[in-house]
């Protein structure tokens, strides 16, 4: 069995679990709702206070999925409790980052400043150099994480560059004048 998918989700109080046909899972909470349709061949059932997912056989398709689909559901249930964040660092000399509205502006050395729209549902803030992005979606948050990181990511020399708040970025020695 997988260890993962063996392990049955606690559904905290105040998060309601339905379970339509063609494993259409739906979980409300206190931050919102969030609702995925997970793979058809897996058995979700709600068992108290507990979500629990089986699989039908020892495939190796159905043991790679039976991990993923309890997983899914764990984010969704996390999410509307607690929701997701995640910090990006801007560095580098000039390199700025600020909010207009719903806009993140971001000034980093190109000759015009990058315009991001904050995605349905997800909120940025910034303070300082630090940009946090927040959303009770894991999979949303982090791809638009990304895509700011990937406006001008963190180059090996300097260091210059968004990145994640705990990413170490692996430096490189530069050039030596001649004797």
């Known amino acids: 069995m997988s260890r993962i998918g063996r392990m049955p989700i606690a559904v905290p109080a105040g998060v309601t679990v339905d379970i339509a046909e063609n494993n259409q899972v739906t979980v409300k909470g206190p931050k919102g709702t969030l609702t995925r349709v997970l793979p058809a061949e897996m058995d979700i059932k709600l068992e108290g206070a507990e979500v629990v997912v089986t699989r039908p056989n020892d495939l190796k398709k159905m043991k790679s999925l039976h991990g993923?689909?309890?997983?899914?559901?764990?984010?969704?249930?996390?999410?509307?409790?607690?929701?997701?964040?995640?910090?990006?660092?801007?560095?580098?000399?000039?390199?700025?980052?600020?909010?207009?509205?719903?806009?993140?502006?971001?000034?980093?050395?190109?000759?015009?400043?990058?315009?991001?729209?904050?995605?349905?549902?997800?909120?940025?803030?910034?303070?300082?150099?630090?940009?946090?992005?927040?959303?009770?979606?894991?999979?949303?948050?982090?791809?638009?994480?990304?895509?700011?990181?990937?406006?001008?990511?963190?180059?090996?020399?300097?260091?210059?560059?968004?990145k994640y708040a705990d990413e170490v970025i692996r430096r490189k020695v530069g050039k030596t004048g001649k004797k």
Do not use: W
């Not at 600020?98 to 000759?111: I, M, R």
């Not at 729209?117 to 994480?145: C, F, H, M, R, W």
């Open 68 to 162: 993923l689909t309890r997983t899914l559901i764990n984010n969704m249930v996390i999410g509307v409790t607690e929701g997701y964040s995640k910090v990006l660092e801007v560095n580098g000399v000039g390199y700025r980052a600020a909010k207009q509205g719903k806009k993140l502006v971001l000034n980093l050395g190109y000759s015009h400043p990058v315009e991001m729209e904050d995605p349905e549902g997800l909120e940025s803030k910034v303070d300082g150099n630090t940009i946090t992005i927040t959303g009770i979606d894991k999979e949303k948050v982090g791809q638009y994480a990304a895509e700011i990181r990937d406006t001008r990511r963190p180059e090996p020399y300097k260091g210059k560059g968004i």
